[in-house]
């Protein structure tokens, strides 16, 4: 059972594709499915879809109101994607997500799939909120997949990822491992996003930072923290150093006369 794997769908469109997407994670053993804003959300349409393998994700399946909110709990999220460039950079192939996927999850992390609308998938502000992004090879003249055989696809690699023995009968399929007590645990997106604004206003804040745009400028930094894998306790050091650097800075402004001259 994929534990910790969960799948995310972005407005979907088609309670039927819902349903197709239910039944490629039970064959997978994936559990928790999320719908953001779905555009048409009739269980009794995806039912059939789903067949009764799908039934029980169906039944479980979590409503959110935004990515944003999805999104909080875990400590990654991959969001698929099969346009390139602009935002759309460093991207992995399904092979290697998983691989990134499995140590994650294995280390006491949540990690989520993420996929956009059928008709023209994520947009830059929710490619923006996932952590990594995969693209599935295709043919460039047939570069869309159906959704639910881009649910299938991530979710079969995941496995593949974690079968000692692939293909053997009976292989243990478990990602389930506490972590010591020597570790933190992987930073969620939410304490992702709070660092990230926490740092900007304290960049702006002495002047490190343009006060035109500075999300922008932001770009090079969320990217850098992104790839370190940020731990619980590196998500405290570094909200401390902001604290700190903003109090030394309102003393400074309080008691200009203590400041350093040129």
């Known amino acids: 059972m994929l534990c910790g794997v969960s799948v995310v769908l972005v407005r979907p469109r088609f309670p039927e594709n819902i349903g197709m997407c239910a039944r490629a994670m039970a064959n997978m ?13 009739e269980r009794e349409k995806a039912e059939p879809l ?5 039934k029980m994700v169906l039944g479980q399946a979590r409503l959110c109101p935004s ?3 999805a999104l909080a709990p875990f400590a990654a999220a991959f969001g698929a994607t099969a346009r390139t460039g602009g935002w759309r950079k460093d991207l992995l192939s399904p092979e290697r997500a998983a691989v990134e996927i499995r140590a994650l999850v294995r280390g006491g992390g949540r990690a989520a799939l993420v996929f956009g609308p059928e008709d023209r998938g994520l947009e830059n502000a ?16 047939h570069s869309s997949l159906n959704l639910a055989q881009a649910v299938l696809i991530l979710l079969y690699e995941c496995v593949k990822a974690d079968l000692k023995l692939p293909f053997a009968e009976g292989a243990e399929r478990t990602w389930t491992r506490p972590a010591t007590k020597h570790e933190s645990r992987r930073a969620t997106i939410a304490e ?7 740092l900007q206003e304290t960049l702006v804040s ?8 500075p999300s922008w400028f ?7 923290l992104r790839k370190s894998r940020l731990r619980r306790h590196e998500f405290d050091m570094l909200m401390g150093i902001c604290r700190q650097t903003r109090n030394a800075l309102a003393q400074a402004k309080d008691h200009p006369e203590n400041c350093p001259k040129d």
């Open 67 to 69: 990515l944003e909110e």
């Open 206 to 213: 002495i002047g490190h930072l343009p006060d035109d745009n």
């Open 218 to 224: 932001m770009q090079p930094l969320r990217r850098f």
């Open 192 to 198: 992702e996003g709070l660092l990230m604004r926490t």
């Open 126 to 141: 929710e490619v923006e909120r996932c952590t990594q992004l995969v693209n599935i090879p295709t043919l460039a003249a």
């Open 50 to 54: 789903a067949t009764s393998q799908g």
């Open 29 to 41: 053993g994936a559990r928790e499915l999320i719908l953001v804003e779905p555009e048409r959300w």
